[in-house]
């Protein structure tokens, strides 16, 4: 089944949006720890993971993960910086610079992960065998 452009267009456009809500959940979120554990990170780090490998798995394409990947990298950048009253989400340190690196990993190997489904199948018939001569 051919799929029209305009539908292709149109989920590229909802990936970066999920994308990018997950992105800016993850990188808020990145932070909380739970004493020395680090739960934010983890949590983050799964939803992200999770929903770009969903995108991948339920449209088939490997531009709508792209798509959400980039949203993702995209808030993540733009929500790291200095805002216009001092504050800082991404705070210089270990956990922000672990954040940054993580997200960009994640993005890379599911969009990098091979497809499977669309491997060309070969199938070859049985060789032809000659009947064996019946005895009578």
């Known amino acids: ?17 999920v994308g990018g809500v997950y992105g800016v959940a993850g990188t ?8 020395p554990i680090p739960v934010g990170i983890i949590v983050s780090a799964i ?12 449209t088939h394409d490997r531009g709508a993960a792209v798509a959400a990947g980039l949203g993702m990298l995209g808030m993540l950048v733009l929500i ?6 001092g504050s800082v989400v991404v705070q ?16 890379l190997l599911v969009i990098a992960w091979p497809s499977f ?4 199948v070969t ?5 032809a065998q000659e009947p064996e001569p019946r005895e009578s």
Do not use: E, F, N
């Not at 790291?80 to 009253?85: E, I, K, L, M, Q």
């Open 80 to 85: 790291s910086g200095v805002g216009p009253g």
């Open 28 to 35: 808020i979120a990145h932070s909380v720890t739970w004493g």
């Open 1 to 17: 089944m051919r799929v029209s452009w305009v539908s292709r267009v149109l989920s590229w456009v909802a990936a970066a949006l």
């Open 117 to 120: 489904s669309q491997r060309p």
């Open 92 to 107: 210089d340190s270990l956990a922000g610079r672990i954040w940054t690196y993580l997200v960009g990993g994640i993005v």
């Open 123 to 127: 199938t070859q018939a049985p060789a």
């Open 47 to 58: 939803a992200c993971a999770a929903i770009l490998v969903a995108v991948r798995a339920l």
